[in-house]
T-cell receptor, first 116, second 111 residues
Framework: DTGVSQDPRHKITKRGQNVTFRCDPISEHNRLYWYRQTLGQGPEFLTYFQNEAQLEKSRLLSDRFSAERPKGSFSTLEIQRTEQGDSAMYLC??????????????FGPGTRLTVL | AQSVTQPDIHITVSEGASLELRCNYS??????LFWYVQSPGQGLQLLLK??????LVQGIKGFEAEFKRSQSSFNLRKPSVHWSDAAEYFCAVTNDYKLSFGAGTTVTVRA
């Protein structure tokens, strides 16, 4: 078990460019989550997948954001026409149901996005 | 809606001293509660969790937390802090799958 991995770890881009991040969950975890963390704040929920199905999207996820999880394995988060307000740490987490009504989420190292 | 308040933005503690981080949650039903730790530039590592049962839960790195329903609190404690405990600590709550996090408490350890 190698844990959740994310790529790239850092991304610097110019305003208006598109960026894509990748998350590889812990193998056989069927749930995958994306969170966004801005400086001095706790992470905020963005979206959630159960296998390949995207089951919920936060209102924080504007039309410029899209997430996919083809084949229920890795996931990508794309931001189109980036804005300076998109600068943040993007965290991915995965989980497997504990059978206790919720599950324990394990986080990756995050992708730090800086929009110039 | 569920929410978490961590009243202390920053705590400084001497190495070897005890540490307590406060967490208050707002949620109508029995919550599922977590503490995570984040080192600079890193992701979040799970310290411990409370789902049900014994209200005093033990975690990794010598941390423990106590769930107090009457006070809507889930405070994190460690009897003797090590310099490596310097980090940011987040309390989180959920009733299903979405975690709601507090704003975090930064812990500085002085020699």
């Amino acid at each position: 078990d190698t844990g959740v991995s994310q790529d790239p770890r850092h991304k610097i881009t110019k305003r208006g460019q598109n960026v894509t991040f990748r998350c590889d969950p812990i193998s056989e975890h069927n749930r995958l989550y994306w969170y966004r963390q801005t400086l001095g704040q706790g992470p905020e929920f963005l979206t959630y997948f159960q296998n390949e199905a995207q089951l919920e999207k936060s209102r924080l996820l504007s039309d410029r954001f899209s997430a996919e999880r083809p084949k229920g394995s890795f996931s990508t988060l794309e931001i189109q026409r980036t804005e300076q307000g998109d600068s943040a740490m993007y965290l991915c987490a995965s989980s497997d149901p504990d059978g206790e009504g919720t599950d324990t989420q394990y986080f990756g190292p995050g992708t730090r996005l800086t929009v110039l | 809606a569920q929410s978490v308040t961590q009243p202390d933005i920053h705590i400084t503690v001497s190495e070897g001293a005890s540490l307590e981080l406060r967490c208050n949650y707002s949620y109508g039903a029995t919550p599922y509660l977590f503490w995570y730790v984040q080192s600079p530039g890193q992701g979040l590592q799970l310290l411990l969790k409370y789902f049900s049962g014994d209200t005093l839960v033990q975690g990794i790195k010598g941390f423990e937390a106590e769930f107090k329903r009457s006070q809507s609190s889930f405070n994190l404690r460690k009897p003797s802090v090590h310099w490596s405990d310097a980090a940011e600590y987040f309390c989180a709550v959920t009733n299903d799958y979405k975690l709601s996090f507090g704003a975090g408490t930064t812990v500085t350890v002085r020699a």
